[in-house]
């Protein structure tokens, strides 16, 4: 009899343990109360018997330990410290371990507080996508080819734990590329536009210095007119003549051109051919 109520009082008692360690890693303050008429096995316990541990509040006791799951602190960032090439139209989203701020409409976003510094500074708009998840859209675009810095200011949740410190992470956006250009056929018209498309905004006036159509017959440097969309992202280039029947042409982008940050430059040259529509020409008739 009294050895099954030891090993019965044994099994309850690891059975609290784990229920402890269980309630301490998420961070609940859930009471655990022994089964009627059991006591926890002698044996030296730390700031209590196994029941005083078991009902103290978990969340406070642990957020004073630094670099505890409990306390408040970022868990992750987009995009991560230390990330290179990224796209220059990336949000910046930091996320929390726990709610940071209270559940309100959009009408109330703007009384909720923007935690983010970020150098060089970027325009754009910032908003609580949840309780735990601040997200800020740039615009325009991030510069290119640029290393930025985020500081995540120290924050406090509506319950009263804050954050001990500041959190920091960098990451440097990507260098431009060409990712089309027209036309890239042969029989292309004799009156066609050049056109280059980039991967982000470009620096005109280097882009523009960079960029050559050679005649590749002859050698010769196509002269004409350079225009750009409103994002500076496409490059259109009319040559002041028509192009000749049947020729061959070469579109060139030195990697001397620059985003526009005017930081870094084109991540590789860029060559394209095409050849143009030849003259009509008999090529048989019947009856010879």
Known sequence: MRKNLAIQTNITYRIVTVLVLFSLLLGTAAPVVLAQGTT???????????TDAATTDATTDAATEPGDPVALRVTATTPSSGASEVAVNSAIVVSFNRPVVP???ASEQANLPQPLTISPEVAGAGEWVS???YRFQPDPALAGATEYSVV???LTTPSGEAM???FE???TTSTPLVVAATPSEVNAAPDTAVTVTFSQAMDRASTEAAFSLQNRDTEATIDGAFAWDDASVTLTFTPTANLDFGGAYAINVDASAQPASQVGNLRAAFHQEFSVVPLPAVIASTPT
Not at 40 to 50: K, L, M
């Open 40 to 50: 926890p096995p002698a044996g030296p316990t730390t700031g209590g018997t196994a």
């Open 103 to 105: 559940l309100v409409g």
């Open 131 to 133: 309780t735990s998840i």
């Open 152 to 154: 995540v200011a120290p």
């Open 164 to 166: 001990t410190e500041a």
């Open 169 to 171: 992470f960098t990451f």
